[in-house]
């Protein structure tokens, strides 16, 4: 299973999914074009010393991703708030891409277009918040996706 952040802006978010990716061995994988050097030192804080069992795996785009991974269909799990499914719902397979998109923007409207049927979100009560931080939204699947499947 893998957390794949596609086109990342705020390197403390990508060292913190690092530190859960080490925690739940998980492959991170990240999508450039980054907004941020990866030796940038906020990443590997946020990591802690965690960071150097990080399995990274980088891309130069979504496209080089998807032709080298050749993911199934049923392995990709994009989250937006706007997903039409909660991720509840789905079974994981133990080979799942977990997507997410950069902090400000999202998954581009490209990659949605290509991969509506495999939306996802997490629920929220509350109508005053529009979305919840890349870390934690990763983490939350993350678990999610990995339930039974831990000890």
């Known amino acids: 299973m893998a957390i794949v952040l596609v086109q990342p802006e705020i390197p ?29 030192k906020r990443v590997k804080r946020s990591g802690l010393d965690y ?3 990080v399995q990274l795996t980088e891309y130069r785009g ?4 998807v032709t080298e991974r050749a993911p199934r269909r049923n392995q990709m799990f994009l989250f ?3 997903g039409s499914r909660s991720f509840y719902e789905p079974d994981y397979p133990e ?4 997507i997410f998109g950069r902090e400000t923007k999202g998954i581009p409207q490209e990659i949605i277009a290509e991969w509506q049927d495999r939306l996802f979100h997490l629920p929220m ?27």
Request: proline share 3%; with cysteine.
């Open 12 to 40: 403390g978010n990508t060292g913190a999914v690092g530190r859960t990716c080490v925690a739940l061995d998980l492959e991170l994988i990240l999508i450039h074009p980054l907004g941020f050097q990866i030796s940038d």
């Open 51 to 53: 960071w150097p069992h």
């Open 62 to 65: 979504w496209d080089h991703f």
């Open 80 to 82: 937006e708030e706007f």
């Open 95 to 98: 080979d799942a891409f977990l």
């Open 125 to 151: 009560r509350s109508d005053h918040i529009r979305s919840l931080n890349l870390a934690n939204s990763a983490t939350a699947a993350a678990y999610q996706a990995m339930r039974g499947k831990l000890g």
